[in-house]
């Protein structure tokens, strides 16, 4: 995880083990802003390489590269070409589905959409001019996503709107009742859901157990959430529309104040059973 904001010192990343003590992951530092982690996993067909880690620098236009052990960082490895293209602000994310060809795929501050391969060539898809924030391929079940499947979708948070982009960059907007989406998961099979909750420096988690019922489908978090609220939605799809359906917070859940990053993982902590 990434850790220290937002200067980045005395390091960037750590790694949080089994029994929840915390060691540092490498010795990067200084990467600055809001640093959100894309990482290859394993049958990428785009030719990336399972556990390496790709980030923002805080730099406009510019991504990490990290390997698997943290020992190689290429700083930057790729700069867009051009300029104002904006941060990589929690908008990267390597295609699992293969619609996109297995490429990382960038969304950025300014509203910008790029597709980029394991060799680090850029390529545009679109220019939208709002902050995209969370973000994800969908895959391609048009009978489980509807309009959203083989999609690229990111939040536009502060217009309270979620943008999909087929693989021309054409987008569409949606509005799932006005949801502000922070970020943007899959519900993985067999995997713990962890999320940072800024301001109290802890990381939450809900155990796989939890997610049986809804998994594979599109989990959105807000930023901002009220006392007694989750903060958490899934998207359905009823055959003729979208919509964000929240999900309940358990009795004795911990409470949640504002979500930043969240991700689904086969890593369990102490504190999940």
Do not use: C
């Not at 996993?41 to 236009?61: E, P, Y």
């Not at 943290?70 to 700083?75: L, Y």
């Not at 990382?104 to 060539?121: D, F, K, M, P, Y």
């Amino acid at each position: 995880m990434s850790v220290n904001y937002s200067a980045g010192t005395p390091l960037n990343f750590e790694r949080v083990q089994l029994d929840g003590s915390h060691v540092p992951f490498s010795g990067v530092m200084g990467l600055t802003d809001e640093v959100k982690i894309a990482t290859a996993r394993s049958g990428n067909v785009g030719g990336f390489i399972a556990g390496d880690l790709f980030v923002g620098n805080g730099i406009d236009g510019e991504i990490v590269r990290i390997t698997d052990d943290g020992a190689t960082v290429i700083n930057p490895w790729v700069s867009l070409p051009g300029a104002g293209n904006g941060l990589m602000r929690g908008s990267l994310y390597v295609d699992r589905t293969g619609v996109f060809g297995g490429d990382l795929i960038a969304a950025t501050t300014t509203g910008e959409v790029w597709r980029i391969t394991s060799a680090g060539v850029p390529t545009r898809l679109a220019a939208v001019g709002v902050h995209l924030e969370g973000m994800i391929v969908v895959p391609p079940y048009p009978a489980r996503f509807g309009p959203l499947a083989g999609k690229i979708i990111a939040g536009a948070e502060a217009q309270g709107v979620m943008y999909a982009f087929d693989a021309t960059g054409a987008s569409t907007t949606y509005n799932l009742g006005g949801f502000a989406i922070e970020d943007i998961d899959l519900v993985m099979p067999d995997e713990n859901f962890f999320g940072v909750n800024y301001g109290t420096s802890r990381l939450l988690g809900v155990g796989r157990d939890d997610w049986r019922s809804i998994v594979g489908d599109v989990l959105l978090t807000t930023e901002t959430v009220a006392a007694g609220v989750s903060g958490l939605a899934r998207i359905y799809w009823d055959g003729a529309n979208l919509s964000a359906q929240l999900l309940p917070l358990g009795p004795t859940s911990a409470p949640v104040g504002q979500w930043e990053h969240t991700t689904f993982a086969g890593a369990g902590i102490v504190e999940i059973p």
